[in-house]
């Protein structure tokens, strides 16, 4: 059987990766598993207020109690964008010290590595958007939301998944324990429609149902001069039906535009939203061979 050689001891990256909205480190579990296999370390951030810090109010259980949910305060509420990103720089600077960082990012967590590798382009190697939000234009994802590549979304319409007021609480809240038939069969179709509905429902199960208007709003624009500075890879999921694939194009095409001397390394893989993390073996692969992976020195 052929040998594999594994990178040198300090020139081995560290892929720090980072989660999405209403995720935590948990949904990158698989791809850390394969990612090992293959001789490579990892470390899955925990964004403020998420993983084993997530709120879970009595009123979410079963029997939920809707109504008494609705008004129950958040302790995302007070979480910004400038926090999010300070937990990742923090994970980044630690990592760093053994040798390069690969920065991965999915969905919303794109917002929180855009600003990090504002911060400390120089700890960073690389850059992965794994159907990520990407700012160029505009400041934040909402207000990419209103633009006409984002119509394929099939998730903002489900305004029976939502509870309470946004406004009021300062965070947006999504039943993903409803027993609902409908709204369960829309909510796949929009996150996880190439899952089995057994797969479906586990994802569910590892989702947290708050996350902060704050950071769905800060200013996630990136910068020529430091984030653009950083190589940077796509990887588009063709099938996305909650950040559509024509968004995922022109949120690169920005990209590219801004830093046309540096632009994006573009993958492709026919997945939904969730569903790379069911794809674990590709992706691992897909991060093991990007350049970084190969060996030297910073």
Same mark, same amino acid.
């Given at each position: ?16 990766? /980072? ?25 899955? /951030?925990?964004?403020? $207020? ?19 949910? @609705? ?37 919303? $967590? ?17 850059? /992965? ?85 704050? /950071?769905?709003? $800060? ?68 991060? @093991? $061979? ?9």
């Amino acid at each position: 059987m052929p040998s594999h050689t594994p990178p040198r001891p300090g020139t081995a990256p560290t892929f720090v990766l /980072v989660h999405g909205s209403g995720s935590s480190s948990f949904m990158w579990t698989p791809i850390q598993r394969e990612l090992a296999l293959l001789g490579h370390r990892s470390l899955a /951030v925990d964004l403020p $207020g998420h993983g084993l810090d997530a709120q879970y109010p009595v009123a979410y259980q079963a029997p939920q109690d809707l109504d008494a949910w @609705a008004g129950e305060p958040s302790t995302l509420a007070a979480v910004t964008l400038a926090d999010n990103a300070e937990v990742v720089v923090d994970a980044v600077r630690r990592a760093a010290e053994h040798g390069p960082v690969v920065l991965v990012g999915a969905s919303l $967590g794109g917002t929180a590595i855009s600003v990090a590798a504002n911060l400390v382009p120089h700890l960073v190697d690389r850059l /992965v958007y794994i159907s990520a939000w990407s700012c160029v234009t505009k400041a934040n994802p909402m207000e990419y939301m209103s633009e006409p590549e984002f119509a394929a979304n099939l998730l903002a319409p489900l305004a029976a998944l939502n509870v309470g007021d946004p406004t009021a609480l300062g965070v947006g809240r999504a039943n993903y324990r409803t027993a609902d038939p409908t709204l369960l069969t829309q909510l796949k179709a929009a996150t996880l429609a190439d899952a089995t509905d057994e797969q479906f429902r586990a994802f569910l199960n590892i989702l947290q149902p708050d996350e902060s208007i704050a /950071v769905m709003m $800060g200013d996630a624009r990136v910068q020529a001069n430091t984030w653009g500075t950083v190589a940077r890879s796509y990887i588009r999921l063709t099938e996305d039906r909650t950040l559509p694939i024509a968004m995922q194009d022109r949120l690169i095409a920005e990209a590219d535009a801004l830093t046309p001397d540096n632009p994006y390394d573009v993958h492709s893989l026919d997945s939904s939203h969730a569903g790379f993390v069911f794809r674990a073996t590709e992706v691992a692969a897909l991060l @093991a $061979g990007l350049p970084e992976c190969e060996g030297g020195d910073r």
